[in-house]
């Protein structure tokens, strides 16, 4: 075989020699990235277990909490329950008296108006606010002075207007025309749905004694007082590294002829 053969021979075995190589290296980057992938798929998924166990676990704290916090109210019915906040371990809880809260779905206008001014609503503000939530609530045709009904809510743009039926939350109220998200979280404190009489003044908060003393001699309407009453309980369980979850119940604690018994009215986080 002549020499140029067996050169060219050479260099063609050399090349793919190298060629190979290649493949193998590139086999290898391939293999790297694959393992790579699933290590840190695997972390991630890991991760997202752990959360979702941690999240599991303090979820079961606060509901734990919460339910407590009923039970002691059933063992003591009758008794004074201890109101304000307290901590069990991991877990803060607020307990109020809604017996002490304005209900926007009852309160005659001069109540809710002078509760609107003792949360810093200005004054004009705080009368045309009250009418518009009477009117939220009203199922009359006409709206109160300075209220709002159907037209009032289509002039300022707004695709809704009054149901003319309560309020199904305190949430709901920030439809209401002429509130603003800032008003509200002022006012929901102050607030309860579940308060089916006038704000008994010794469970009031000061802007709601304040506010009752504003209108006093006024009629305020509610059904009268009666052996249930309803708590609202805030249940925050804290864990490592900020890890938080709040659970609010509303509950309503009365005595039947079988003994104590409790209704949940809300249940939410």
Same mark, same amino acid.
């Given at each position: 075989?002549?020499?140029?053969?067996?050169?060219?021979?050479? #260099?063609?075995?050399?090349?793919?020699?190298?060629?190979?190589?290649?493949?193998?290296? *590139?086999?290898?980057?391939?293999?790297?990235?694959?393992?790579?992938?699933?290590?840190?798929?695997?972390?991630?998924?890991?991760?997202?277990?752990? =959360?979702?166990?941690?999240?599991?676990?303090? /979820?079961?704290?606060?509901?734990?909490?919460?339910?407590?916090?009923?039970?002691?109210?059933?063992?003591?019915?009758?008794?004074?329950?201890?109101?304000?906040?307290?901590?069990?371990? #991991?877990?803060?809880?607020?307990?109020? =008296?809604?017996?002490?809260?304005?209900?926007?779905?009852?309160?005659?206008?001069?109540?809710?108006?002078?509760?609107?001014?003792?949360?810093?609503?200005?004054?004009?503000?705080?009368?045309?606010?009250?009418?518009?939530?009477?009117? *939220?609530?009203?199922?009359?045709?006409?709206?109160?002075?300075?209220?709002?009904?159907?037209?009032?809510?289509?002039?300022?743009?707004?695709?809704?207007?009054?149901?003319? /039926?309560?309020? /199904?939350?305190?949430?709901?109220?920030?439809?209401?025309?002429?509130?603003?998200?800032?008003?509200?979280?002022?006012?929901?404190?102050?607030?309860?749905?579940?308060?089916?009489?006038?704000?008994?003044?010794?469970?009031?908060?000061?802007?709601?004694?304040?506010?009752?003393?504003?209108?006093?001699?006024?009629?305020?309407?509610?059904?009268?007082?009666?052996?249930?009453?309803?708590?609202?309980?805030?249940?925050?369980?804290?864990?490592? =590294?900020?890890?938080?979850?709040?659970?609010?119940?509303?509950?309503?604690?009365?005595?039947?002829?079988?003994?104590?018994?409790?209704?949940?009215?809300? *249940?939410?986080?």
């Amino acid at each position: 075989m002549s020499p140029a053969l067996l050169d060219r021979g050479g #260099r063609l075995r050399h090349r793919e020699r190298g060629f190979a190589l290649l493949i193998v290296l *590139w086999t290898m980057v391939l293999l790297a990235l694959l393992v790579f992938g699933i290590a840190g798929t695997g972390r991630t998924e890991a991760q997202l277990a752990g =959360n979702l166990r941690e999240n599991a676990r303090l /979820q079961a704290e606060a509901d734990g909490a919460i339910y407590d916090v009923v039970f002691h109210a059933l063992a003591t019915s009758g008794q004074p329950l201890a109101f304000g906040d307290m901590v069990r371990g #991991r877990v803060r809880i607020r307990v109020e =008296n809604e017996a002490g809260k304005v209900n926007p779905n009852t309160a005659p206008p001069s109540l809710l108006q002078a509760l609107l001014r003792h949360v810093g609503v200005a004054e004009g503000t705080s009368e045309t606010l009250a009418a518009a939530i009477v009117d *939220w609530r009203s199922d009359n045709a006409t709206a109160l002075p300075g209220g709002a009904k159907a037209s009032q809510y289509s002039a300022a743009g707004k695709p809704y207007g009054p149901p003319g /039926q309560p309020f /199904q939350s305190i949430a709901e109220l920030g439809d209401v025309l002429g509130m603003t998200p800032d008003m509200l979280v002022r006012l929901a404190p102050h607030l309860s749905i579940y308060n089916m009489g006038a704000p008994e003044p010794g469970a009031a908060d000061p802007a709601v004694a304040a506010a009752l003393a504003d209108v006093a001699g006024s009629q305020i309407v509610g059904t009268p007082a009666s052996s249930s009453g309803t708590i609202a309980i805030t249940a925050t369980a804290g864990g490592p =590294n900020g890890a938080r979850f709040t659970r609010h119940a509303d509950v309503r604690i009365g005595v039947t002829d079988g003994g104590p018994s409790y209704r949940i009215l809300t *249940w939410s986080r």
